[in-house]
């Protein structure tokens, strides 16, 4: 095979690249990796190098060409990226040095898995990542910055990366998968008794409740469901966290007009009055649950909003998969199946890098003994496979 050589570029910002380019290869990763959900975070001022989400993302090319792109951030802390390393970071601390600033592939605040790199077709990963990785190193010291991290990318993606002495790691997800469910009681027919009577209760609380619940995508998005929306989210932030949340009202004002075919908005109502909302994410392959909020108190209105309304919506839509978000053990019993996640790190300091990959060693049996547990919790009458690589 003849040997070919890539350059590296690296911008501070998307601006820096026309859209149509982004797009061209990113085309198939997926709405949350497209120019105008990362532009509608850094033009929004919710990423940036304030927030501790610097970007430095890398452009691929081959004789002038873009043939690649990879979404990178300089990051301060480890908020908003749900792979946990703050025992690292005082790790570090503690002998004197500093893990942060580090440099992370991610889309910021969103742990969904997908495509990071992203390269144009008939151009393979195998051919690029050798390249891609002294790259980055290269940078990594350059910046004076303490690692690399690759953040929820997909098996095979790892098992690479782990071939350029990447350390690989494994954490726990749930998410529902579409077995070509013609409705949502037909969903619940292949529940256990007790289970699918449990969900059946669930549900039935909204109804007695008189809270009524709708689903808006597309044009049936206006601007006013949107501003209640945002209400609801700063308002969870507020009981949670004592913030009104990472994302400003300006983002989500953005990607309405930008993206609103890719959202999906959950409005619950009592008396003709909204009291809550739920937005998720999606393309013809999957829906992703990202946010939700409430500005009343009611028995099981998360389940409906940020659960059943999205497996309602995937059936209706023939959506292969649902991701709700990272952890909730509460999501088993709805019939959300664990499966892995997977990250790669890259640690400059040896000795660092030797620790943290002896840690990930007696990390596995913790994990592996986490997701078989999680499957005995399954509601569903008989043992099923997931159709998708772990």
Request: hydrophobic content about 35%.
């Amino acid at each position: 095979m003849l040997n070919t050589s890539f350059d590296f570029k690296f911008i501070a910002n998307l601006e820096q690249i026309e859209k149509v380019q982004w797009d061209e290869l990113a085309d198939s990763s997926g709405p949350l990796l497209q120019y105008s959900f990362l532009h509608a975070l850094e033009n929004s001022g919710s990423v940036g190098k304030e927030t501790g989400w610097q970007p430095q993302h890398m452009l691929i090319y081959q004789k002038d060409c873009l043939v690649g792109i990879l979404p990178l951030y300089i990051k301060t802390h480890s908020y908003g990226e749900y792979v946990f390393d703050f025992a690292w970071a005082n790790t570090f601390k503690e002998y004197g040095l500093n893990y942060y600033p580090k440099l992370v592939s991610a889309i910021p605040f969103t742990p969904v898995t997908g495509a990071r790199l992203m390269l144009k077709d008939g151009l393979e990963t195998e051919t690029v990542i050798k390249q891609v990785c002294a790259a980055i190193q290269q940078k990594v010291k350059t910046l004076g910055l303490s690692s690399m991290h690759w953040l929820f990318i997909d098996q095979q993606m790892s098992a690479t990366l782990a071939g350029q002495q990447q350390l690989s790691r494994r954490s726990v997800q749930f998410q529902w998968f579409n077995r070509n469910y013609q409705s949502f009681t037909d969903y619940l027919s292949h529940f256990n008794s007790r289970k699918r009577k449990s969900v059946n209760n669930e549900r039935q609380k909204i109804c007695t409740a008189d809270i009524e619940v709708t689903r808006l995508s597309g044009d049936d998005i206006t601007q006013q469901t949107m501003d209640f929306f945002y209400s609801c989210y700063q308002q969870t932030y507020l009981k949670r966290s004592g913030h009104q949340g990472y994302l400003s009202q300006n983002f989500f004002e953005q990607i309405l007009t930008s993206m609103k075919q890719h959202i999906m908005l959950v409005i619950a109502e009592r008396d003709n009055q909204p009291i809550a909302s739920a937005l998720y994410f999606f393309d013809e392959n999957q829906l992703c649950g990202r946010y939700w909020g409430s500005l009343e108190e009611a028995d099981g209105l998360h389940f409906e909003c940020c659960y059943y309304q999205g497996i309602e919506f995937c059936i209706e839509r023939n959506i292969a998969s649902f991701n709700p978000g990272t952890q909730g053990e509460h999501k088993i019993l709805r019939g959300f199946e664990p499966v892995y996640c997977y990250s790669n790190h890259w640690i400059k300091e040896l000795a660092f890098h030797d620790a943290i990959d002896r840690f990930l060693q007696q990390e596995v049996a913790h994990i592996e003994s986490y997701k078989e547990g999680a499957e005995k919790l399954l509601p569903f009458k008989q043992s099923i496979t997931n159709d998708v690589a772990e």
